[in-house]
C-alpha cells in the first residue's frame, strides 16, 4: 500500500513539473516578441541560472568544507584524547604491577 502511495506521489509530481514545462514553452511561443529579443531574453536568463547555480555550488562547497575540517579537527582532538587516556592506564598498570610484584618478592623471600 505504501509503495502505490509513493508511486502516485511521483506521478503527480511528474505531471505537476511536466505541466509547468509546457506552460512555459506555450508562454514563449505566444509571447508578443519578436524571435530575436525571445532568444536574447532565453539566454539572458540561462546566464543568470547559470551564474547564480555557480555561485550555489561555490557557497555549498565552502561550507562543506568547513563542516569537513571542523569534524576532522573535532576527531583528531577526540584521538589524541583517548590515546593520553590509554597512555595513562598503560602507565597505571605497569606501576601497579612493578608494586605488586615488589611486594609478593617481599612475601616470597623478605630476606633478600
Do not use: Y
Not at 28 to 48: E, H, Q, V, W
Not at 69 to 76: F, H, I, W
Amino acid at each position: 500500500m505504501d509503495g502505490e502511495k509513493q508511486c502516485n506521489g511521483l506521478v503527480v509530481l511528474l505531471v505537476f513539473f511536466l505541466g509547468g514545462l509546457v506552460g512555459s514553452l506555450l508562454g514563449l511561443l505566444f509571447a508578443p516578441m519578436t524571435g530575436r529579443k525571445t532568444r536574447k531574453r532565453i539566454r539572458d536568463a540561462s546566464t543568470d541560472v547559470k551564474a547564480r547555480t555557480i555561485n550555489t555550488a561555490h557557497r555549498a562547497r565552502n561550507v562543506t568544507t568547513e563542516k569537513v575540517t571542523d569534524l576532522v579537527d573535532k576527531g583528531k582532538t577526540r584521538v589524541d584524547d583517548a590515546t593520553e587516556s590509554v597512555r595513562a592506564a598503560v602507565e597505571a598498570g605497569k606501576t601497579a604491577f612493578v608494586e605488586k610484584k615488589s611486594e609478593l618478592t617481599n612475601i616470597i623471600s623478605p630476606d633478600k
